[in-house]
């Protein structure tokens, strides 16, 4: 079901819980709001749209891609200033973003995977899980 975006900053601050195979409901609403939202934006945290759970839908080469519970395993030393734009926020901020990084995720089968990603797709996936951690551009 396709969610209303959440604007509310002292909700977003809050941090995220793990998920659990209970949660399965929200990967579905994920799915169906950045799909509604698809001409603005590449990626969401759950609790953009109300849940504070820590699963996320990133846009990786036309496909997208869920994370359950991803853990960023390993960064470069390179990092990069930029600037981003967030649904529940208006306007963008700067931002200081690591060049490559390995996440570990369960994907939305709750299968293991490790995966590395490098540029704006690293990119995408670190301000999601600033998110989690209720931290916001």
């Known amino acids: 079901m396709i969610k209303n975006i959440v604007t509310d900053t002292m909700f977003l601050m809050q941090k995220s819980e793990?998920?659990?195979k209970s949660d399965e409901q929200i990967i579905t609403d994920l799915i169906d709001t950045i799909r509604a939202n698809s001409d603005h934006c590449v990626g969401m945290a759950a609790n953009m749209i109300g849940f504070r759970k820590k699963i996320?839908?990133?846009l990786i080469n036309g496909e997208y891609v869920i994370m359950i519970n991803p853990e960023i395993v390993e960064k470069s030393k390179q990092v990069y200033e930029t600037t981003e734009s967030c649904l529940s926020l208006i306007g963008s901020r700067p931002a200081t973003r690591h060049k490559d990084i390995t996440v570990e995720y369960l994907d939305k089968k709750f299968k293991h995977k490790k995966r590395k990603f490098k540029d704006f797709e690293a990119q995408v996936i670190q301000h999601e899980i600033d998110h989690f951690d209720g931290i916001l551009i």
């Open 18 to 20: 793990p998920a659990t």
């Open 56 to 58: 996320m839908v990133v």
